[in-house]
């Protein structure tokens, strides 16, 4: 009895090992898949984000889905000339929105790793900052240029964990997200 304990115990601490060192392999830090991405490059970078190495092995398709989602949100407010011309806003002041619109965009679209495992929603306090960098005059362009059937219309619903937190990359200076706003314009310019 006590070795078939012991082989017992030897296979459930080797299958423990192996379970740990699973999970420590699964989610990759960003500098590792950095030359892998496109479109997502900048919002992930500054939120030390990690994805899975499943999430690496379809990234393209990933990113294809973050890019529609943005292209939705760039036609609803950069290219919505009726709103900024009924609001008297102009263009450029819409620039930080726009930043955060791609950020918004990478993180509901490409699934970030944890120690629970993977997660594509975003938190409420993300899809709030989304809504400031957005108000500009006391108008919210994701509401009014995206209109109520956007799904983040309001944040009301969304968690506040389990998800993409509005983490310290949400608070970059107006002039990164200027930064990343030209380079998607380049990207979007050049593909």
């Not at 500054?46 to 190495?53: A, D, F, H, L, T």
């Not at 965009?105 to 495992?117: E, L, M």
């Not at 919210?140 to 509005?166: H, I, M, N, R, W």
Request: proline share 3%.
């Amino acid at each position: 009895f006590g070795s078939t304990m012991t082989v017992g115990l030897k296979t459930a601490l080797l299958l423990l090992s192996s379970f740990m060192v699973t999970w420590a392999d699964e989610c990759i830090h960003y500098p590792d898949y950095f030359d892998e991405l496109d479109y997502c490059a900048d919002p992930l970078y500054w939120s030390n984000y990690k994805i899975s190495s499943t999430t690496l092995d379809n990234i393209d398709s990933y990113e294809t889905s973050a890019l529609t989602e943005y292209e939705t949100i760039r036609d609803g407010i950069w290219f919505n000339t009726e709103l900024q011309g009924d609001t008297g806003i102009k263009r450029r002041r819409l620039i930080d929105c726009m930043g955060m619109g791609q950020r918004i965009a990478c993180y509901r679209n490409v699934p970030r790793c944890t120690s629970r495992g993977t997660e594509r929603g975003i938190c409420k306090g993300l899809c709030q900052k989304f809504h400031e960098r957005c108000t500009i005059d006391n108008v919210d362009f994701v509401q009014k240029g995206l209109g109520s059937s956007y799904d983040l219309y309001t944040c009301d619903d969304l968690p506040e964990s389990d998800c993409s937190p509005a983490s310290r990359g949400a608070y970059i200076t107006p002039l990164l997200y200027t930064l990343m706003f030209i380079s998607t314009v380049f990207l979007l310019i050049h593909s």
